[in-house]
């Protein structure tokens, strides 16, 4: 039986269980949290504990895994997801790659084929390493590659980057997640260019495609092989939750229930709000939490007509097929 790769270590994929496909734990710059978090905003040990309770909490409506696609530029930490996924029974996949709109991180903008450090493509060593040896000497596996092509498109650096993530794909079968822009219409963008080095569509997530509720922009990417990530349930700033129900409904009964995977795109926390984070959460996305799926959500996919065969193909089986690489 194949093995993915979580935060506590490998598990047999026919026992990863329900899995929601895009979910962070913290989102947050390590420089806002060291300087402006110092403030009052941020206190280590009681978001540790926080996540821990909600994530607990989210194991308790019956959900076994969750995939964090937190990288490079969204503040991945695993020493302290770590501290975390030993706490609850809840599985924890991590990613590795670079989250970028536009530009790189200096790090990386000065080192590469052709450049003033001229060596081959570092990123590529980086996200391999991360996925054969492991993440900042912790051991820990990344069992996902990420990048994003958002709504300013293939610029140079979102190419390099995507192009290394394809690279390392294809050097270690570690399978893709790429945030895109709906509005945009970016989900084909990245499979061109992924299928135009050899990825396999179906190794590939199309992060927030269920913030458009454009049937054929949807099944074009489908009908490709793509998973679409129907997953950001509860931010309904994107997308009121009546059509993404009616979108992923509509989808199913076309047969498309083994090209989508469910999720909320959510966090424990995330800086993006400094200190009126707790205050925002509350009154602008109330909705946007880890249980809003479990609660809410698929009981109103089931009065749409999805039925629970459906639900166990976009909760268990389509994680399961994807993260083993097609294997189990």
């Known amino acids: 039986m194949p093995t993915i790769e979580t935060v506590t270590g490998p598990v047999e994929a026919d026992r990863l269980g329900r899995t929601l496909m895009h979910e962070h734990v913290f989102i947050l710059s390590p420089e806002h949290a060291a300087n402006e978090g110092r403030n009052g905003w941020w206190d280590e040990e009681q978001r540790v504990e926080d996540a821990v309770r909600r994530l607990a909490a989210l194991h308790r409506r019956g959900i076994d895994a969750i995939v964090d696609p937190t990288v490079w530029g969204l503040g991945r930490d695993v020493h302290r997801l770590r501290r975390i996924a030993e706490r609850v029974d809840l599985r924890i996949v991590v990613a590795t790659g670079v989250y970028i709109h536009e530009e790189l991180p200096h790090h990386y903008a000065y080192r590469g084929p052709g450049l003033l450090v001229d060596v081959p493509e570092p990123m590529v060593e ?20 990420k990048c994003a092509i958002d709504a300013p498109g293939l610029t140079p650096a979102v190419e390099r980057v995507a192009r290394a993530v394809a690279e390392a794909h294809l050097r270690t079968g570690v399978p893709i997640t790429v945030h895109t822009s709906a509005a945009a219409r970016s989900g084909g963008v990245a499979l061109d260019l992924f299928e135009s080095v050899g990825v396999d569509p179906g190794d590939v997530v199309v992060g927030h495609a269920g913030d458009s509720n454009d049937l054929d922009y949807l099944t074009g990417l489908a009908d490709r092989g793509a998973l679409l990530g129907m997953d950001r349930f509860g931010l309904d700033v994107f997308n009121p939750e009546r059509d993404r129900i009616a979108t992923v409904a509509a989808l199913a009964a076309r047969g498309y229930a083994d090209r989508m995977v469910l999720s909320h795109d959510t966090a424990c926390f995330l800086d993006y709000f400094g200190a009126a984070h707790d205050q925002v959460r509350a009154t602008v996305t109330p909705n946007w939490h880890y249980e809003h799926i479990s609660d809410t959500v698929l009981p ?25 690489g097609g294997q189990a």
């Open 126 to 145: 980086d996200f391999v390493r991360d996925i054969e040896v492991g993440i900042a000497g912790t051991g820990i596996r990344a069992g996902v590659l």
């Open 300 to 324: 109103a996919l089931r009065d749409a007509g999805v039925t629970d065969d459906q639900l166990c193909l976009m909760l268990v089986d389509n994680p399961r097929r994807y993260l083993s």
